[in-house]
């Protein structure tokens, strides 16, 4: 920890979902299962009692396998889920890039979805209209801009996902995953905007399964196994945890997501 | 309260362009786009007058200015609602994304559909005007009955809304509901038609004094009486109190069941 103002604080945070199979969905499941119901109720704990701090300008990386609670994490401290127990201290704005471009709309334009991505992720009208060209000019759209996105390639429809987010300027930036993003001359596009966004001492978290990215970028690392945070701290010292994880335990991989 | 009209101020931007976006797609690709806003009642206009006002003589005078008086306020609500049934679950993508407040998206379904119905009345003026039926100076009160319709339309789309996330079943049963609402309400009739040891039932009708306005103030030239007024908004605030306490009690679970 460099100093008390940290930017994200989880407190014992648990995050428990009731599993989707149990979950009915129609009134005529609910009547069938009504007699079943209480004792055939299954929870999901998701994140167990976690706790930690990141401080203002950190970049701190997120490793687990898949199921592990990784995006859980992302989506607690974005304020899309609502932790179910625990607390969770955020301060600052947070643009999280964590489905991307899940507010486009297909039948409008590029740029009528750069006003609209924009407004959802806080921004007001006049300061998407300052960012768009910029914007544009970054995903490199050319005339594209102006069709409906539907006609896009899946490699300009991210770009453009990509380009609004991070214009959005926020105080923490939350990427999960999504550094696929086009061809090697955009991701590396990519990487030096979210580089910059550290130089310019914003906080970012990062979900990845690529170590050498965690290695190469990332302060500090969690690593989240089960739901729980197994370890924390030095990234060359968490991600030789991780192989050893990976390689001696046979971990069940949980079934779907 | 206080907190609805926060978020309605600090959404204000974003609410107006989801309302405008769903405009913009309900009509994107059709050669005359937003002209449809205009021509669809229109059209409607144009079929009633000539059933009956040729075909089939009804013993109302300007049968079509009588019906469409309360069709077009009845058309608003129905939409509306069908609209922002959906508006949650349909929108199910963007809550897990970002955090946003929920109350954005049925409200956005609701002012686009309010634009929807006040471009709605001007074919019912030209139509006025067309089968010169008089302009009563009672037009200057239909901001209250409309005031009074929004309310409750916006109170029963956060309602419906939240149960539709945890029961699909809901967008079909507002459907049948909204078929046996609009026989029951006095729309195509007037409830003098109906016998008068039935008129309870018809007073049961939340939405009965906010169509009564409509009818009166555009059909026959008249206000209506202070009961009946204060009856059409009690029904409106109601309405949004409830629906807007469920809707607040359930909001913070929705983004586990979309």
């Known amino acids: 920890m460099r100093d008390d103002s940290y930017c994200i604080e989880f407190e014992d945070v648990s995050q428990v979902f009731r599993l989707i199979r149990e979950r009915p969905d129609t009134l005529r499941e609910v009547f069938a299962k009504v007699r079943h119901y209480s004792s055939r109720h299954q929870k999901f704990e998701a994140l167990k009692h976690i706790s930690f701090r990141i401080g203002k300008g950190e970049m701190v990386g997120i490793i687990g396998r898949n199921g592990s609670g990784k995006s859980t994490i992302l989506k607690v401290a974005a304020g899309v889920y609502t932790a179910t127990s625990g607390n969770v201290r955020v301060r600052g704005t947070i643009a999280p890039l964590i489905e991307l471009g899940a507010g486009f709309h297909h039948e409008l334009t590029g740029r009528e979805n750069i006003l609209l991505n924009g407004l959802l992720l806080g921004l007001t009208k006049r300061q998407v209209m300052e960012r768009e060209e910029r914007i544009i000019e970054f995903a490199e759209l050319g005339d594209f801009i102006d069709s409906p996105i539907k006609q896009y390639s899946s490699g300009m429809y991210m770009r453009l996902a990509f380009s609004v987010a991070t214009e959005v300027d926020p105080d923490i930036l939350i990427i999960d995953e999504i550094l696929g993003v086009g061809d090697a001359g955009f991701k590396q596009k990519c990487f030096e905007r979210i580089l910059n966004f550290r130089r310019a001492g914003k906080t970012i978290l990062l979900v990845s399964h690529d170590s050498s990215t965690i290695q190469q970028y990332c302060d500090r690392v969690l690593l989240i196994h089960a739901g729980e945070l197994i370890a924390e701290g030095a990234p060359e010292r968490v991600l030789a945890r991780y192989e050893e994880l990976y390689t001696h335990t046979a971990v069940p991989v949980p079934v779907g997501q | ?258």
Request: glycine letters at 4%; aromatic letters at 18%.
């Open chain 2, 1 to 258: 309260m206080r907190r609805f009209f926060g978020e309605l101020y600090t959404y204000r931007e974003l609410i107006w362009a989801l309302a405008l976006k769903e405009l913009r797609v309900r009509y994107k690709r059709s050669v005359l786009g937003f002209f449809w806003a205009l021509l669809n009642p229109a059209l409607l206009m144009l079929v009633l007058t000539l059933v009956f006002g040729t075909l089939m003589r009804i013993g109302v005078p300007h049968y079509s200015v009588f019906l469409l008086s309360v069709l077009l306020p009845w058309t608003f609500f129905s939409q509306a609602l069908a609209y922002s049934v959906e508006s949650i679950v349909g929108n199910g993508g963007l809550l897990k994304q970002v955090r946003v407040a929920k109350l954005v998206f049925p409200v956005a379904a609701l002012v686009s559909n309010i634009i929807n119905f006040l471009l709605s009345l001007i074919p019912l003026l030209l139509l006025i005007a067309a089968l010169r039926f008089p302009f009563h100076w009672t037009w200057i009160y239909l901001p209250v009955p409309m005031l009074a319709l929004f309310l409750f339309t916006l109170g029963a789309a956060f309602f419906f809304a939240t149960i539709n996330v945890f029961y699909r079943d809901v967008s079909h049963i507002v459907q049948i509901l909204l078929t046996a609402w609009f026989y029951l309400s006095p729309i195509i009739y007037s409830i003098d038609f109906v016998p008068s040891k039935y008129h309870w039932i018809l007073r049961l009708n939340p939405l009965l004094y906010v169509l009564n306005g409509f009818r009166l103030s555009i059909y026959y030239g008249m206000l209506p009486s202070w009961k009946s007024v204060a009856m059409s908004l009690a029904c409106g605030v109601v309405s949004l109190v409830v629906g807007l306490s469920v809707f607040r009690r359930y909001e913070r679970s929705f983004v586990y069941y979309v």
